[in-house]
């Protein structure tokens, strides 16, 4: 089977396991799961697979999603030149798997299926009986999916003979009449001679709380006991055919739609262990001595005999001269801390990470309140310098009094882990423990023991500018019941969204509407200003109306595996005698889109996705879905700058 080169990142998203990916020849395939990942090839020269070399740790993820670890995406590598060398790690790539299997002959319009794993070309045997021209078979568009994340080959005999269980197994053939449209094509039975049938209204679907297809209610003969053409509950991408029970309704789509597959990814900025924990302690500064290039290889050897007890390597490293002034609970703590066995110990209230929960804060805020507090102080780490930008240049009054803090984040480190995939509807977001846990078991076949739990992910750099706005300020306006009134409609119909999407329901405040547009319109600016694309910067909210720890910050950065991830635009643009400047301009763009008025005055219907936007559209506040943590919606202009008719509505109104 023919190859193709994919970064790393890209196994990540978009073309994560479930994903499907076509090859340089042409050929569609669905990226396998993670059971198939870490495998080489049948190369004399390779010497196994040692996959600490892509091993990597970020506590607070591996807290949050209750794995042990994360390992990079396998890079291939080529076999020595010298023969007989033996290299571990040679030849590793991530299979693929042919999907769909059912191929359309160009000249016959013959329907001819393979199975998956069918690595060679598909010849008509119609046309080869004939002694015609011998050309490939072409895999054809169309597959069918399910709300649970199930994808299967369309059911070409079900839907031609309107039977779900059909005693004819064909020839068939797919022909068209005339017409761009799908109902211009028909399935057509060359067997039984049954009357062929159109493939108009395949993709249609309805969402009333379950999605209910055309393509399930319209095929005659019931395979559930709903009377509907149930889902088979198939997962090709962990290479088998065969389903598990499954009720939902099948939506056939074409296999280059962009509703096939939504990656669903978690990420985490890196924190200092000194700063996580407590005060007086000398754990973070063991743990940062152990992470260093000085006990690497001892952590190596130690992961490849599979010892994963703290105790085991204590006597490995106790000798250090620069760990003898610990003592050894405290090295053992941080042992533990760097093989991911557990956190830092929780800081305390008084500590810049206040990492304790919040009472009433959901998973999302209690995640992201921690590095909030971080990011809210200068650091100096390796791995995180934090500089505190001097308000008193940014050069513009109003925006003193509507910013309290601005911090360069001069170097910063990511970790983006993929989690599991939808399709049909994105469901990033949800808070469904369970629902959670499935995506992630649809990964493998087996379920790993413990202790060798793992999720692909990688490491990015970057840097970034932190801003915080003036909380008092903040208070008073989103009071205003103006401003109440605008948003009230917007989160009624995000809560009936959340429920038909299967989202998590949140209620969607003023100070989100106006941190999320800010954002968007800063980054906006900045792709004039530094020269970054579209998609090179993201976006992080830190939104919370909690009354005694309330949050209100942004961070716009720029985490990239290439160059782009430290050219230094970012922070030279928030320096306060630019960044005053960048704001205004910023500000005074958001006053008017090409598609105003019509745009300003959307905010009374809503438009975008599922109409969860007000005053925002491609012409003035959306963004690439990559950079935005919210897939562009929660917009509004008229909050960040007022509308037409109430121009002091805008908290930079003025």
Known sequence: MSTTNVRRAQLISPFGPGSLLVLRNGLSVVVAGLDHWFST??????????????????????????????????????????????????????????????????????????????????????CLEKKKKRLRMSQVRF??????????????????????????????KLESKGGSSLAALFVRCTACKAEPRSLGGITQHKNDGRIQSYLSSHLEGPLSSGGRYSCRGVRPWLGSESGSPCQCDLVGGLRSATNLHFAEIQSAIYLPSKLLAKPGSSIGNIVDLLRGPDYSSVFSIARGFGAIDAKMILPMIRSKPDLAAFSDDDVLTSIACVLGLTPPPSATSSDVAAQSKVDGDDRGTAFKRVEFNVLSQPQDDQELRIIASDLSRLGDESLKEAISTVNLIDKLRETRVFTGFSRLVAESGTDDK????????DLRIDVPIEGHRWLPGYKVFGEGIF?????????????????????AELDRRNNSAAELRHRRKERITPRLVLIHTLAHLLINRLIFECGYSSAALRERLFVSTNPTHPMAGLLVYTASGDSEGSLGGLVRMGHPENLGKLLRKALEDAKWCSNDPVCMESALSGQGPESLNLAACHSCALLPETACERFNRHLDRGLVIGSFDHPELGYFAG
């Not at 020595?80 to 319009?109: D, E, M, Q, S, Y």
């Open 41 to 126: 090839n049948d190369n004399p020269d390779a010497d196994g697979v040692d996959r600490e070399e892509y091993r990597f740790l970020e506590w607070r993820l591996q807290r949050e999603l209750g794995v042990d670890y994360f390992l990079l995406p396998p890079d291939f590598r080529h076999p020595p030149k010298t023969h007989g060398v033996k290299v571990k790690n040679i030849g590793l790539t991530v299979p693929a798997l042919r999907f769909p299997t059912w191929h359309i002959c160009r000249f016959c319009n013959r329907l001819e299926k393979k199975p998956l794993t069918h690595s060679g070309h598909v010849f008509c045997p119609e």
């Open 143 to 172: 597959v069918a999916l399910c709300e649970e994340g199930h994808i299967q080959d369309f059911p070409w005999l079900e839907w031609v003979h309107r039977s779900a269980s059909p005693s004819c197994l064909g020839p068939l």
């Open 434 to 441: 369970a629902r959670n846990q499935k995506k992630m078991d």
């Open 467 to 487: 801003v915080r706005l003036n909380e008092d300020r903040l208070q008073k306006w989103e009071a205003r019941e103006d401003v109440l009134r605008r948003v």
